[in-house]
């Protein structure tokens, strides 16, 4: 008897966790359909099917979800790095394109008949004022509320795990949310003004000749954690197969670096001795880093590669890209 591959929807396609996450999926042999606005920038697609399609039109999310897809991937959103998020001018735009998206998706998909959903929350639903001390912050899965996060991307990230939370309650759906933790690597966006602080530390320093000098927002002594591609895809995968546990979890690294930290480590992987000068601009919270408890109870897993690893990648992915600039 032939086997039924298991089929799969992957929303937000051409974007970086979602191209990867593509990659992934068709080596564990899904037959994938791909929905996004646009191709991925740097690489090809692996999706069987890809759509190019706005997920705020309901015309659109009536013609995707055409079919019971086993696992739907719900990564689609308007975000970026701080330079994005912090800065005000983009808040009303955020909350209306993402809430549109996730209200639509989890309609259409409901109707299809779906499996099972997977919602990309993240780390900016925490309250800002447990994010005060860099040394100690607290990103405990309970902490969330009362809610009071630092921008309008994690205002509406919180309604959307709401959304489905509720769905899951009044109308069964199984959904799993987690909520990632500064997800970075090689293909990911590195100098449109939607990159964050890996990938624009990585190409500051792979533009800059040794002895110069790079620009970086704050002092530097604000804190958080990085999590390289590969291990955050391992955590969705096994978030996704677990039996009972649907979340919200962190999908994190606990290894808590200072931005200066991070500009080191870069340095010391391009083999470069730069000086930093700092400058006001958008920053978020002081503190942040992944609470792992929670994921080890439920899930028997934590992210464990260094930071020191993932960066390497990144930063030779990145230089690459400055050279065929030049
Ligand atoms: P990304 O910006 O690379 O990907 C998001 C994709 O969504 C983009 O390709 C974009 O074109 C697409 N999109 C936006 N609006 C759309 C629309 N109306 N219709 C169809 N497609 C649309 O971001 P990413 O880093 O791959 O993040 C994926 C998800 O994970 C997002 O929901 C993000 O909020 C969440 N997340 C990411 C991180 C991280 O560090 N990368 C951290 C926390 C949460």
């Given at each position: 008897m032939v086997k039924k591959l298991k089929t799969a929807l992957v929303c937000g396609a051409g974007g970086f966790i979602g191209n990867h996450l593509i990659a992934r999926l068709k080596n564990e042999g899904f037959w994938i359909r791909a929905v996004d606005l646009k191709r991925p920038e740097f690489g090809k697609t692996a999706a069987d099917e890809f759509i190019i399609g706005d997920l705020r039109e309901q015309s659109v999310c009536k013609k995707i979800f055409d079919r019971p897809f086993d696992e739907v991937y719900q990564l689609a959103a308007d975000m970026g790095g701080a330079g994005f998020?912090?800065?005000?001018?983009n808040d009303a735009n955020i909350m209306r394109n993402s809430a549109l998206i996730n209200i639509n998706a989890i309609q259409y998909g409901l109707k299809a008949g779906i499996k099972k959903m997977f919602y990309s929350s993240s780390a900016c639903i925490y309250p800002s004022h447990n994010q005060k001390n860099p040394k100690n912050p607290n990103c405990a899965e309970d902490s969330a509320f009362p809610a009071a996060p630092d921008s309008e991307y994690g205002w509406e990230k919180l309604f959307s795990e709401r959304l489905y939370l509720s769905h899951h309650r009044n109308y069964g759906l199984d959904v799993r949310i987690a909520r990632l933790h500064n997800v970075f690597g090689p293909e990911g966006t590195w100098n449109d003004g939607r990159e964050k602080a890996p990938a624009a530390m990585c190409r500051k320093v792979a533009q800059t000749p040794d002895g110069g000098t790079i620009e970086m927002w704050g002092d530097g002594k604000q804190t958080r954690s990085f999590l390289y591609i590969d291990e955050c895809l391992d955590g969705i995968r096994k978030l996704m197969d677990a039996k009972e546990f649907r979340g919200p979890v962190n999908i994190g690294s606990s290894e808590m670096v200072s931005i200066n930290q991070l500009a080191r480590m870069v340095m010391e992987i391009a083999e470069k001795k730069l000086k930093t000068k700092h400058i006001p601009g958008p920053l978020g919270v002081r503190g942040r880093v992944s609470d792992n408890r929670l994921i080890v109870k439920k899930l028997q897993w934590k992210p464990t590669k260094p930071l020191k690893d993932g960066l390497a990648k990144t930063y030779a992915w990145i230089s690459d890209q400055v050279a065929s600039q030049l």
């Open positions: 998020i912090f800065t005000g001018e």
